[in-house]
Nanobody, 115 residues
Framework: QVQLVESGGGLVQAGGSLRLSCAASGSIFSINAMAWYRRTPGKQRELVATITSGSSTNYADSVKGRFTISRDNTKNTVYLQMNSLKPEDTDVYYC?????????WGKGTLVTVSS
C-alpha cells in the first residue's frame, strides 16, 4: 500500500502561483511514476503532469510553460509548481502513484483561481 497526502491548495488570484506537494509513505519502493491529475465533478479528468522514477516529465498542453513537476526523493515528495494561474485552472488536484499494475490516489487538494 502507498499513502499519498496532498497539500498546498488554496485561493489565488489569476496570474498568481501555488505549489502543491504530495507526500508518499508506505510501500513506496519501486514506484514507477507519479503524476498530478485534476478533476471537478461534471468535468473530464485531466492528466496535468507526470514524472517517472528517472525524472522524465510530461505535461498537458494546457499547462506547458506554466506548471513544473519535480520530486525530492529524500523527502518522498512530489511537487507541482503552478505559475501564471488562470481561472480555468480551478479544480481539485490529485496526486497519483503508479506501482506496477496498481494506481494509488490521494484525496485531493482544491485550487481556486479568481479572476
Amino acid at each position: 500500500q502507498v499513502q499519498l497526502v496532498e497539500s498546498g491548495g488554496g485561493l489565488v488570484q489569476a496570474g498568481g502561483s501555488l505549489r502543491l506537494s504530495c507526500a508518499a509513505s508506505g510501500s513506496i519502493f519501486s514506484i514507477n511514476a507519479m503524476a498530478w491529475y485534476r478533476r471537478t465533478p461534471g468535468k473530464q479528468r485531466e492528466l496535468v503532469a507526470t514524472i517517472t522514477s528517472g525524472s522524465s516529465t510530461n505535461y498537458a498542453d494546457s499547462v506547458k510553460g506554466r506548471f513544473t513537476i519535480s520530486r525530492d526523493n529524500t523527502k518522498n515528495t512530489v511537487y507541482l509548481q503552478m505559475n501564471s494561474l488562470k481561472p480555468e485552472d480551478t479544480d481539485v488536484y490529485y496526486c497519483i502513484a503508479q506501482k506496477g499494475p496498481l494506481t494509488y490516489w490521494g484525496k485531493g487538494t482544491l485550487v481556486t483561481v479568481s479572476s
